[in-house]
């Protein structure tokens, strides 16, 4: 199901209902661009320590916007053995242009060109997006609304208020009391900006919202004083509603933040990240109060790519590359669980996946994250009991079987392969970190000693001192490789790194030390000489 401006506030009270009877749900997001153009010390590398990361990254999603929200709400079905329903839905998702509010983002080519080939629908996300706020943006506005400070400030939104304004100041000419007249096409906040601004024009009018447009009627002063002072229309009323419109989906996302409902993603660390910064808070400088802050709202985390990438060497299942490819093992033979685990059902009006296959569609994918996510718990609890099939699964034993991996998120390209949001990171179990030391090959550059060994391995290189660098990469076998290739090599010495060895500030210290003893043992030795 395809959601959008158009529809979202009629849809509000259903998917209120189904997150709040829901056993998890899946999530997934398309963006308009991943990642900035950083370079040098600023790119992105295993060399990084999660904090370090955080603050790169922390860039990226200041730069870019969510085009598109994927959830796929999953809910044990009553008196159905092991058997789920999910309900799918796709949300494009526009920056709220309201008041003070007119977002900057940036789109990268690639991420658009990976998006169309996808068959992304741009004119659905430009024309209908889903506006949205974060809480400090919502603060202002609420202010500036509230106090009377509000004013129409967007050129767009001045030219089409002029415009109606206009037109209706030439009907009203001709009007007599009573008579009324429509203006289409104007839906959203707008319909509520737009019969606000009129009212507060014209003293002789009066609106009504319809489902052709907005109503103008024109109508006494005194029948005009009645109706503004009735209960429900009252001037405070239509400023709440104008807000709690323009909010659009931060609304739905405070609601599901309000399930505190398992939340299930797949490599979903950039998916959080703009959860945080588009509908909670502008992303903090503190990496550990950005993991506080996603904790207390969603205190239960599940990413499936941590939990396969831990079981996939161990079942002997085929490498996979992405979650599409994940899920297909699991509903192949080569499960061995596949005839006894959960069987899933999609909802009416969520039909389209049952035979169309649409990868990186955000509500596919997120439906995707949900079965992956069963199906493991599943092949994890026949595991345990050594029995197959497992006698009445129930979605509590499967956060049981996969509590090791609650809250554990997968960390691409950094010093860690993943972040623990409920607790300290885990210490890193990356390749050790080689040393380059270089030879008769005077003015080399990082970009160069990385297109030397890019044919054997790829490694991250960072420059030690002027003649060595460090090499990193996240595949054991490839520093072995290249510690075995380039063994007695006359130009390129490769060694494991020693920090109290090679490090030149322990050096330094070291040569420091060395100069203050040595000078203090002649003192020693001439002072006692003397007379």
Same mark, same amino acid.
């Given at each position: 199901?395809? @959601?959008?401006?158009?529809?979202?506030? +009629?849809? !509000?009270?259903?998917?209120?209902?189904?997150?709040?009877?829901?056993?998890?749900?899946?999530?997934?997001?398309?963006?308009?661009?991943?990642?900035?153009?950083?370079?040098?010390?600023?790119?992105?590398?295993?060399?990084?320590?999660?904090?370090?990361?955080?603050?790169?990254?922390?860039?990226?999603?200041?730069?870019?916007?969510?085009?598109?929200?994927?959830?796929?709400?999953?809910?044990?079905?009553?008196?159905?053995? $092991?058997?789920?329903?999910?309900?799918?839905?796709?949300?494009?998702?526009?920056?709220?242009?309201?008041?003070?509010?007119?977002?900057?983002?940036?789109?990268? =080519?690639?991420?658009?060109?990976?998006?169309?080939?996808?068959?992304?629908?741009?004119?659905?996300?430009?024309? $209908?997006?889903?506006?949205?706020?974060?809480?400090?943006?919502?603060?202002?506005?609420?202010?500036?609304?509230?106090?009377?400070?509000?004013?129409?400030?967007?050129?767009?939104?001045?030219?089409?208020?002029?415009? @109606?304004?206009?037109?209706?100041?030439?009907?009203?000419?001709?009007?007599?009391?009573?008579?009324?007249?429509?203006?289409?096409?104007?839906?959203?906040?707008?319909?509520?900006?737009?019969?606000?601004?009129?009212r507060q024009a014209l003293p002789d009018i009066w609106t009504v919202?319809?489902? +052709?447009?907005?109503?103008?009627?024109?109508?006494?002063?005194?029948?005009?004083?009645?109706?503004?002072?009735?209960?429900?229309?009252?001037?405070?009323?239509?400023?709440?509603?104008?807000?709690?419109s323009a909010r659009g989906f931060s609304v739905f996302f405070q /609601?599901?933040?309000?399930?505190?409902?398992?939340?299930?993603?797949?490599?979903?660390? /950039?998916?959080?990240?703009?959860?945080?910064?588009?509908?909670?808070?502008?992303?903090?400088?503190?990496? $550990?109060?950005?993991?506080?802050?996603?904790?207390?709202?969603?205190?239960?985390?599940?990413?499936?790519?941590?939990?396969?990438?831990?079981?996939?060497?161990?079942?002997?299942?085929?490498?996979?590359?992405?979650?599409?490819?994940?899920?297909?093992?699991? $509903?192949?033979?080569?499960?061995?669980?596949?005839?006894?685990?959960?069987?899933?059902?999609?909802?009416?009006?969520?039909?389209?996946?049952?035979?169309?296959?649409?990868?990186?569609?955000?509500?596919?994918?997120?439906?995707?994250?949900?079965? @992956?996510?069963?199906?493991? =718990?599943?092949?994890?609890?026949?595991?345990?009991?050594?029995?197959?099939?497992?006698?009445?699964?129930?979605?509590?034993?499967?956060?049981?079987? !996969?509590?090791?991996?609650?809250?554990?998120?997968? !960390?691409?390209? =950094?010093?860690?392969?993943?972040?623990?949001?409920?607790?300290?990171?885990?210490?890193?179990?990356?390749?050790?970190?080689?040393?380059?030391?270089?030879?008769?090959?005077?003015?080399?550059?990082?970009?160069?000693?990385?297109?030397?060994?890019?044919?054997?391995?790829?490694?991250?290189?960072?420059? !030690?001192?002027?003649?060595?660098?460090?090499?990193?990469?996240?595949?054991?076998?490839?520093?072995?490789?290249?510690?075995?290739?380039?063994?007695?090599?006359?130009?390129?010495?490769?060694?494991?790194?020693?920090?109290?060895?090679?490090?030149?500030?322990?050096?330094?210290?070291?040569?420091?030390?060395?100069?203050?003893?040595?000078?203090?043992?002649?003192?020693?030795?001439?002072?006692?000489?003397?007379?």
């Amino acid at each position: 199901m395809d @959601v959008g401006a158009d529809e979202f506030e +009629e849809s !509000l009270p259903l998917l209120q209902e189904l997150v709040q009877e829901a056993d998890f749900v899946g999530l997934d997001i398309e963006f308009t661009g991943l990642r900035s153009n950083l370079s040098g010390p600023q790119q992105i590398s295993l060399f990084d320590l999660p904090s370090e990361w955080y603050l790169k990254t922390r860039q990226s999603v200041q730069q870019f916007t969510i085009c598109q929200i994927g959830l796929s709400v999953f809910s044990a079905i009553e008196g159905e053995a $092991n058997k789920y329903i999910a309900h799918s839905c796709n949300f494009f998702l526009f920056p709220t242009t309201f008041g003070i509010l007119d977002s900057e983002f940036s789109f990268q =080519a690639s991420s658009v060109q990976f998006l169309n080939q996808y068959g992304f629908n741009y004119n659905k996300f430009l024309k $209908n997006g889903i506006p949205y706020m974060n809480e400090e943006q919502e603060k202002k506005i609420r202010h500036d609304i509230l106090t009377g400070n509000w004013r129409v400030r967007s050129s767009p939104d001045k030219d089409q208020i002029k415009a @109606v304004i206009d037109k209706v100041t030439r009907w009203l000419d001709l009007a007599k009391e009573g008579d009324w007249m429509t203006l289409p096409g104007i839906a959203g906040f707008q319909a509520f900006e737009v019969q606000l601004v009129l009212r507060q024009a014209l003293p002789d009018i009066w609106t009504v919202l319809k489902d +052709e447009g907005v109503v103008v009627k024109k109508v006494s002063k005194q029948h005009r004083w009645y109706l503004q002072n009735t209960s429900c229309d009252r001037e405070s009323c239509w400023k709440e509603k104008i807000l709690l419109s323009a909010r659009g989906f931060s609304v739905f996302f405070q /609601m599901l933040v309000k399930a505190q409902k398992p939340l299930v993603g797949h490599n979903m660390m /950039m998916d959080l990240l703009h959860l945080h910064e588009k509908f909670f808070r502008p992303l903090p400088e503190s990496y $550990n109060q950005f993991k506080q802050n996603i904790h207390s709202l969603f205190p239960v985390l599940i990413d499936t790519k941590n939990v396969t990438k831990d079981i996939w060497k161990e079942m002997n299942f085929p490498r996979v590359s992405n979650l599409s490819e994940v899920y297909e093992v699991l $509903n192949s033979d080569l499960n061995p669980t596949k005839n006894s685990g959960p069987e899933i059902v999609h909802a009416s009006r969520c039909e389209k996946y049952v035979k169309t296959k649409c990868p990186h569609e955000a509500a596919y994918d997120a439906f995707l994250c949900g079965s @992956v996510l069963l199906k493991v =718990a599943h092949l994890l609890l026949q595991k345990i009991h050594g029995i197959d099939p497992v006698p009445e699964s129930s979605f509590p034993q499967y956060l049981d079987v !996969l509590a090791p991996y609650v809250n554990q998120v997968n !960390l691409i390209r =950094a010093g860690v392969p993943k972040i623990n949001f409920s607790g300290p990171d885990y210490p890193s179990i990356r390749p050790p970190i080689l040393i380059l030391s270089i030879k008769r090959w005077s003015g080399v550059s990082e970009q160069q000693v990385y297109h030397k060994f890019q044919n054997l391995c790829k490694f991250d290189v960072r420059r !030690l001192t002027r003649s060595q660098f460090l090499l990193l990469t996240n595949k054991f076998k490839d520093a072995r490789n290249v510690l075995k290739e380039y063994r007695g090599h006359p130009t390129l010495c490769i060694s494991l790194y020693r920090y109290w060895r090679h490090s030149p500030d322990v050096n330094c210290v070291l040569q420091v030390c060395g100069i203050v003893t040595a000078w203090a043992l002649l003192a020693f030795i001439f002072g006692r000489s003397g007379p």
